[in-house]
């Protein structure tokens, strides 16, 4: 299968950072979902798969309904996903919250988007990853206020745990605002582990190994307990030590 540029900015200005150059060979699986008016639902999207995988998912969001969309990639091959959320109804709101572990040679790519079009709609975005070994990863976060969007909020952080010095990381927070009168926030964190966490724990009697998965399971349980099923939760969480361990 030939390999294609998957999910990419909308802006060309970008291109020059090479955050628009990941391609992927895998079958694309395309989800398309609708949260009627009034109502709430909540997605879970967990990748496990030793295989390349490609995802795109479009979710659109009725008037006063809410979106909750929870993601975790622990997989072996190479990923890559596409998530848009349309916020279409006055008073809706999308939650987001994103885990991902890449080591070995792993290519992520992951391109979210939720675009804000009713009055007064409220998104958060909040992506925790790590990376070890020589990952390569681009996470591209884009809230997008579109005209109409009065009084709308949004809010979007990525936090990303250096565990070797040999990946290669690629954050890229944007926010497009065609309405005056809104309210967003972005930021990214990128940095190695606190040595003083490390520290502290070695004391307590762990090894550096130890303490590094303990301080990187702490940070994904948040993200990793709102899955709806223990069972997938479980395996999650039971895949995530044992590749933190190796």
Known sequence: MDEKIFGELPLRSWRWLGVNDVKSAAQVEEQIFDVPDGESRTFADVNLSAEN????IKISVGKSARVEFIAADIGNGNFSADVEIDLRGDDSAADVAAVYFGDGNRRLD???VIRQRGKR???TMNVRGALTERCDKIFRGTLDFQRGAKGSTGRELEEVI??????????VPLMLAAEDEVDGHHAVSVGRLDDEKIFYLMSRGLDKSQA???????????VVEKIPDENLRAELSDKLQRRLSK
């Open 121 to 123: 709609t409220s998104a």
């Open 110 to 112: 992951f391109n979210y």
């Open 212 to 222: 590094e998965r303990l301080i990187v399971e702490a940070a994904f349980n948040p």
């Open 162 to 171: 250096i565990l070797s010095p040999g990946t290669r990381n690629r954050s």
């Open 53 to 56: 995988v490609a995802r795109r």
